[in-house]
Structure formats: structure tokens, C-alpha cells
């Protein structure tokens, strides 16, 4: 049984929804995302009590949702520049910031061999204060439905397995 992409997008956004904020109908730019998800962790070690922090880390991921039928390198290009503007737009680096991600998530029926070599060669990381307050990089995955195959930059591999543990056919045990 097939499913639509935007099927596929509500089955995939479920798995995230268990440790990161869905929000649907995202406006960036005037472009609209079907949906955006975002993840934040604090972490702190304490001396004695709570009032005497010793040290903190703060995590911040912020994934943009992207379904089209046809993915082209010049489609897939624009999708990467706003949602890299978008995201970084938001990354607050200060002395406990460890790093904020940014990533696209794309299903399509199709991805043409150019996007596909797009995709891979996709990368971007910039540090802030000589990584003293944190870098961010840009991750990015993809679904190509009609072959059920799985592309991703090398950030981006996290992304490719959620999508593959949601979306690759189960092999048989032995």
C-alpha cells in the first residue's frame, strides 16, 4: 500500500514528536514548510544545591520539513539556502551554548541524479568564538518514495536513519 508524501510526513513528524516541538504551516520568507521541528537540552552539574552551578550545556536543533514530487538540484539549492538562513537566524551563541543545528528533511517521489549529488556533497559548519561558544552544521536527508532509497550529507546521518527505521522495508529474520 502506498502512502502520500504528506502521510509519510505525519508518520515521520510522529516519531519526532516524542522529544522535539512539531509546529505545522511554518512561514519562512514567504515560503511555507508543512512543518518544523525543534529540540532543545539543558544540561547542569550543580555543587550542593541547584544555586551553585558548576557548568552548563544548552543543545538546540532546529529541523525544516520540505515534500515535493520532483526534486531538482536548482529546487533542492533554494531549499538549503532558506532553510540555512532560517535556521541560523535563530542560533543564540553565548558561553554554555554547545551547539545548534540546522537541517532539511525532504521526501519526494523523486530526486533527480543532480539533487542526489547535491545532497551528499551538502556541508557547513561555522564555530562561534573559536568554538568556545558552540558551533552549528547544517544536516540534510532525504526519501525518494518511488525507489524507497535514503540520501543524506554527512550531518545529516541521524536524520537519514529516523528516516530509514520509519520508511525502509522490514528484512525478514533469520
Do not use: C
Not at 120 to 126: A, E, L, V
Request: aromatic share 12%.
Amino acid at each position: 500500500m502506498d502512502f502520500t508524501l504528506q502521510e509519510q510526513l505525519n508518520r515521520l513528524l510522529d516519531a519526532y514528536s516524542h522529544q522535539y516541538d512539531i509546529e505545522r504551516n511554518v512561514e519562512v520568507e514567504g515560503f511555507t514548510y508543512p512543518a518544523t521541528a525543534t529540540y532543545y537540552l539543558r544540561d547542569e552539574n550543580y555543587l550542593i544545591s541547584k544555586q551553585h552551578v558548576l557548568s552548563a550545556v544548552e543543545q538546540h536543533e532546529y529541523l525544516y520539513f520540505y515534500l515535493t514530487d520532483t526534486l531538482t538540484a536548482e529546487d533542492l539549492q533554494s531549499q538549503i539556502d532558506l532553510s540555512k538562513r532560517a535556521g541560523l537566524g535563530r542560533v543564540r551563541p553565548h558561553r554554555e551554548h554547545m551547539f545548534s543545528n540546522v537541517g532539511l528533511v525532504i521526501l519526494a517521489n523523486t530526486i533527480t541524479p543532480e539533487a542526489q549529488k547535491l545532497i551528499k556533497k551538502t556541508r557547513f559548519r561555522k564555530n562561534y568564538r573559536l568554538s568556545l561558544y558552540g558551533w552549528t552544521e547544517y544536516q540534510l536527508a532525504a526519501m525518494e518514495a518511488s525507489t524507497n532509497r535514503f540520501y543524506a550529507n554527512p550531518a545529516g546521518v541521524g536524520a537519514r536513519k529516523i528516516l530509514e527505521q520509519n520508511f525502509a522495508p522490514k528484512k525478514g529474520r533469520k
